[in-house]
T-cell receptor, first 112, second 111 residues
Framework: ETGVTQTPRHLVMGMTNKKSLKCEQH?????MYWYKQSAKKPLELMFV???????ENNSVPSRFSPECPNSSHLFLHLHTLQPEDSALYLC???????????FGPGTRLTVL | AQRVTQPEKLLSVFKGAPVELKCNYS??????LFWYVQYSRQRLQLLLR??SRESIKGFTADLNKGETSFHLKKPFAQEEDSAMYYC?????????????FGTGTRLKVLA
């Protein structure tokens, strides 16, 4: 599959579980992003990586931990989440920060 | 405060009627403005960006710095334009980038 892919597409987890979301881009981009999309709220930028270095962390709780091993892969590690963390988590990439973003299909997360 | 405002949650128009989706922004620097679109069961994708000054699928958007607006317009709506539209801005400040999305406007084009 070309473009930006995300796995899993759906995830249900308990508050004590540890899980990870994966994002992969095949576009040769240097910047990658995690967004949270909740009902009735705008898209919220969580993390920005540029050339594997984190350049932005929008006051995200520490129960969300990003990892960017290379410019093609991005992970979001989840632990001890709360029910209010249930949302659609979108990954995106762009040639460089500030340019147009290409989005993945998202992971629908439900925290019980 | 830095924000993007889309005042309409839902906009319904008849096929062939003109469309204008409103977007106002507040940002201290010189941002870049975008419109993204999400069709049913598809992922979010870029529609156009202000620096391109191009027309995509018949849509245009002009950046008005005086009014801090970036409204999306199309003279004649088509049924396939029905989708969710998001206005967004990006800007750099102190070496970090800000990306701010509006809450979105759902456009319904009626036959």
């Amino acid at each position: 599959e070309t473009g930006v892919t995300q796995t899993p597409r759906h995830l249900v987890m308990g508050m004590t579980n540890k899980k990870s979301l994966k994002c992969e881009q095949h576009l040769g981009h240097n910047a990658m992003y995690w967004y949270k999309q909740s009902a009735k709220k705008p898209l919220e930028l969580m993390f920005v990586y540029n050339f594997k270095e984190q350049t932005e962390n929008n006051s995200v709780p520490s129960r969300f931990s990003p990892e960017c091993p290379n410019s093609s892969h991005l992970f979001l590690h989840l632990h001890t989440l709360q029910p209010e963390d249930s949302a659609l988590y979108l990954c995106a990439s762009s040639p460089s920060p500030g340019t147009e973003q290409f989005f993945g299909p998202g992971t629908r997360l439900t925290v019980l | 405060a830095q924000r993007v405002t889309q005042p309409e949650k839902l906009l319904s128009v008849f096929k062939g009627a003109p469309v204008e989706l409103k977007c106002n922004y507040s940002y201290s620097g010189s941002p870049e403005l975008f419109w993204y679109v999400q069709y049913s069961r598809q992922r979010l994708q870029l529609l156009l960006r202000h620096i391109s000054r191009e027309s995509i699928k018949g849509f245009t958007a002009d950046l008005n710095k005086g009014e801090t607006s970036f409204h999306l317009k199309k003279p004649f709506a088509q049924e396939e334009d029905s989708a969710m539209y998001y206005c967004a801005l990006s800007g750099e400040a102190s070496g970090t980038y800000k990306y701010i999305f509006g809450t979105g406007t759902r456009l319904k084009v009626l036959a």
